[in-house]
């Protein structure tokens, strides 16, 4: 099985910044892609930001250079600096491991996800 764990949400206001991480454990053979997706009320989940193993990037036209997705492959960490936060950046941000597992399994795993709040 495996776990991820998110921290870093909060309240910020507009203009300021959030650091989240996303720690994934357990039975993990290897991790590929790691990424943050988001979910605001009543709206669908979106994708964030993205990064392979070899540390290519793929970010969402709405954050483009004010996120910033990064990885620690020996730690199994993704991190997402959020700078100049707005308040249509409020939501639910969810962390996603995709691999295989060393039992050989696909992996495609979700965190319980994170509030991240930007006051105006």
């Known amino acids: 099985q495996v776990h991820l764990v998110e921290s870093g949400g909060g309240l910020v206001q507009a203009g300021g910044s959030l650091r989240l991480s996303c720690a994934a454990s357990?039975?993990?053979?290897?991790?590929?892609?790691m990424g943050w997706y988001r979910q605001a009320p009543g709206k669908q989940r979106e994708l964030v930001a993205t990064?392979?193993?070899?540390?290519?990037?793929n970010d969402a036209d709405s954050v483009k250079g004010r996120f910033t997705i990064s990885r620690d492959n020996a730690k199994n960490t993704v991190y997402l600096q959020m700078n100049s936060l707005k308040p249509e950046d409020t939501a639910v941000y969810y962390c996603?491991?995709?691999?295989?597992?060393?039992?050989?399994?696909?992996?495609?795993?979700w965190g319980q996800g994170t509030l991240v709040t930007v006051s105006s």
């Open positions: 996603n491991a995709r691999g295989i597992t060393r039992q050989w399994n696909r992996l495609d795993a």
């Open positions: 357990g039975s993990i053979f290897s991790i590929n892609t």
């Open positions: 990064i392979s193993s070899g540390g290519s990037t």
